[in-house]
């Protein structure tokens, strides 16, 4: 092992949530917590609030702002199309739907994405597929709504987009700006690596991206493109969110958009609260997110932050009990704190 991936790079995360199988403790899931103002002043951390790890899909709704912000003259992108750029779908024939009328919008084909093929997230939504004698496309990644966006920036500012997710394309320094405004951490030094769809991700500090959300959601006026961006999440929780089995979803939905959530790949979840200027992150050390929801929801109704009736309503749906293929409950994810 090289010095660089050392124990000493390791960071200091905590127990956060355990997995009991039947009366016994099968499963204990490490990670950090830090919740922060619009200020940057930390209102409540556990674990390293500012361990590093890559920020994956969390990054979405700030890039949506950045497309909303250079628009293109031919394309006025409706409420459902920033809900696709800003968030993570589930490749349900209703997403495919929007998507494609996105690429029609901007004379695009399918085949201009580079963000890699595939399957549907969650049974439901492959099941749809088979059942419709579909054919896996571009457009069933869960980031082809944000490709779509970044393709439409290139667009807007007559750049070529033939390599729109290297790292060294203009439009990833514009993409790179903006990620540095909301979570005021200089990205153009971070650590850089390639996500899951072909496009840069980078490596910051958790504390950033819980700042980054209490700065999408500040406690002030918000400038015009930040609220179309936060209205079509609001009002398109099933776009943005992926589907009524989805974490994301279920919170936008239940608080009827007071929380804009976000998910990411291993186990990284953000939110903020609309108008309260208030972002909290956490990361599951181990990529696990069936340990996320039961954190965050805990961490929620520690702070106070939402009715009871709300958070049940969210915890019912969101944090189910484990159960065995023939549908015995077996066990159960409980929040350490």
Known sequence: MSDKHSIMSIPADVALAYTVRGEAIDCVHYGSVVVVDALGTVLFSLGDSHRLTFERSITKPAKAVAVIQHPLASYSP??????????????TQAHITVLKNMLQSLSLSESELLCGTTLPIGDDAILELIQNKGQLSPLHSDCSGEHIGLISLCKSIDLEYTNY??????????????LTLFSDYDHSIAETAVDGCNLPTYQVPLYNMALMMARLCPPVEEPKELTLVLDAISREPLLYGGGSDRFVTNLIKTTQGRIIAKDGAEGLFVLGWRGKGIGLAIKIADGNHRAANPVVISIIRKLGLLSEEDLEIVEAVSCPPLFSHTGLQVGKVISLH
């Open 78 to 91: 409706s409420t459902d199309h920033i809900a696709l750029m800003a968030g993570s779908h589930s490749g």
């Open 165 to 178: 997710t290297h790292l060294d394309h203009p439009v990833q320094e514009i993409i790179r700006n903006t």
